[in-house]
């Protein structure tokens, strides 16, 4: 293609918002006419059915749900009144309770204010908020944030140990829908354990956010906990960081929520727009579609190309992955959908797998976050009339350039700023992307069975050590693997079983194993 023809290719497939200031450019994605117009009447049945969504339907049948994410920017489109309601008042609730914490109005057991936040969560109920965080808290904010989003007790531990003394000042956000997520539960425990051992009362520092009526919904309000914060079952963990899942955590790092809100409510009446070439989530779905060919033959690697940006890839991995990654379609058939996700930051991975984008496999397709402002303040020059932010801009225009050269795939999403506007409508964007690409593939983008039959299969391996302890303890001698495992009632998982001896014997938990580790067949196992 010529310049001239690229040049109007460019302007045929560029898409600009006037209000956010954002720029979606799909003109270096290959596809042609044909395809576009094959795709119309699926585009035409993919904007039903998110109008369907909006107006309240079971949008996510498996679990007989709907699906309302959007309905928390814009309380209005909530289908009835009390759900409306609920939306208001938590959304008050946040914001009175982030003042009176602010203030010290609100404040620890010994006086004074606050000076961090210790979140436990898991998946959606984290990574929502330590992208947002990243991207937007202020190096020296109201309270700083720390995470803990997994049951490793060395991450615990390390987190723990970063918070030292200031633990007393130390407000403790537990978010889980159901109260009952074992890695959210386990880091809860250790953290109570923590407070304990410094003869301070856990409730009198800690905040729920989870469903009604849950088991951790009763054990705040038994315990007295500082504040409640609902999760409603028609938000999923994975579009909940509009919901006080990441609201609450944003305001109290002095984050403009209320900017957030707007710039997703913004972005959501883009993607509304019923019109392919006029709507920016549906330009996205179409280059996803065309990429993988409908199937996700080929990954999405995420550029941005700024350091705040940082964690946008690891968020839009349980976005895209969890949402699109599927057995099966609405119709029982077996389809094995999905798109992988990846990546870090520009122009970092210039140093590191672009030679492989450029000149390895082509079984991806590329997205560059631009970001068009390099500082709030003026630049020095690097160079005689060049900084380090025109630097930065020319290896993004020159990696993409180079890309395509080798007929590779990309997209580019050029935004003004780092703004709690600008991220709202990023988050919105991306979240309608991913429900019209799952109306294109006839699949349900709101559950989660993979993630479930996981959760079920570590229950089992836990009861399966507890048969193993239950079986050493009453054994008079030692046993082998094999005998083991026949004694517990499980020959078909000796090396599951073995897996659980060696990690009780490598963490001191009473498990002795003699014999010739490189031979588990070998060992002989006993208790102490």
């Known amino acids: 293609m010529d310049a001239i023809a690229l040049w109007q290719r460019y302007q045929d497939w560029l898409y600009y918002h006037s209000g956010l200031g954002l720029y979606l450019d799909i003109s270096r994605m290959q596809f042609d006419d044909a395809f576009v117009e094959e795709m119309r009447p699926r ?19 498996d679990e007989d749900r709907m699906v309302g994410h959007y309905w928390l920017r814009n309380p209005d489109l909530a289908p009835t009144a009390e759900l409306k309601q609920d939306i208001v008042e938590t959304l008050e609730q946040i914001k009175t309770v982030v003042h009176k914490i602010h203030t010290g109005e609100l404040h620890p057991p010994q006086g004074g204010k606050f000076t961090d936040v210790l979140s436990v969560g898991i998946g959606g109920s984290a990574l929502g908020p330590q992208f947002v965080a990243e991207a937007l808290a202020d190096p020296n904010p109201p309270l700083r944030m720390h995470f803990i989003d997994n049951t490793d007790p060395t991450g615990i531990d390390r987190v723990l ?8 000042s130390t407000l403790v956000i537990t978010t889980s829908k159901s109260g009952g997520t074992p890695e959210t539960r386990n880091g809860m425990m250790e953290v109570h354990h923590a407070y304990q051992a410094r003869g301070l009362e856990f409730s009198r520092y800690a905040i729920a956010v989870t469903g009604h009526g849950s088991t951790l919904d009763q054990l705040a309000k038994s315990e007295g906990w500082l504040a409640t914060f609902p999760m409603h079952d028609w938000v999923g963990g994975r579009t909940s960081e509009m919901s006080a899942v990441g609201l609450l955590p944003a305001a109290l790092q002095g984050i403009d929520i209320q900017a957030m809100l707007d710039g997703a409510a913004e972005m959501d009446a883009a993607t509304r727009v019923p019109t392919l070439e006029k709507n920016p989530a549906a330009l996205l779905a179409l280059s996803w579609h065309y990429a993988g060919n409908g199937k996700g033959d080929k990954d999405m690697v995420m550029l941005p190309y700024k350091d705040s ?33 990846y990546g870090n930051k520009g122009s970092t991975d210039q140093h590191a797998y672009v030679q492989q984008l450029r000149d390895g496999v082509p079984n991806f397709f590329v997205t560059f976050i631009e970001v068009l402002g390099d500082r709030s303040g003026p630049s020095i020059e690097v160079e005689p009339g060049v900084t380090s932010g025109d630097y930065l801009s020319g290896l993004l225009q020159g990696t993409r350039q180079a890309l395509f050269e080798n007929q590779r795939d990309s997209i580019t999403v050029t935004i003004p700023a780092v703004t709690p506007q600008i991220v709202g409508a990023l988050i919105a964007l991306y979240e309608r992307a991913v429900g019209i690409y799952a109306s294109l593939v006839n699949i349900n983008a709101y559950h989660q069975p993979g993630v479930e039959a996981g959760k079920k299969a570590a229950a089992g391996v836990l009861s399966l050590q507890q048969q193993v302890v239950k079986t050493l303890a009453a054994a008079k001698q030692p046993l082998s693997l094999k005998t083991l495992a026949d004694q517990v009632g499980a020959p078909d998982q000796i090396e599951t079983i073995y897996r659980i001896v060696r990690h009780l014997h490598a963490n001191q938990r009473g498990v002795v194993l003699k014999g010739d580790l490189a031979r588990p067949s070998s060992l002989a196992i006993a208790l102490e």
């Open 161 to 168: 140990e970063r918070l030292g003394d200031r633990l007393i």
């Open 309 to 341: 940006l940082l964690l946008f890839s690891r968020y839009l991995q349980q976005l895209v992955m969890e949402s699109l990654g599927k057995a099966t379609d609405l119709d029982g058939n077996t389809v094995h959908q999905g798109i992988a996700v």
């Open 43 to 61: 585009f035409e049945q993919a904007f039903a059915d998110q109008v369907a969504l909006e107006g309240g339907a079971i949008a996510n049948p």
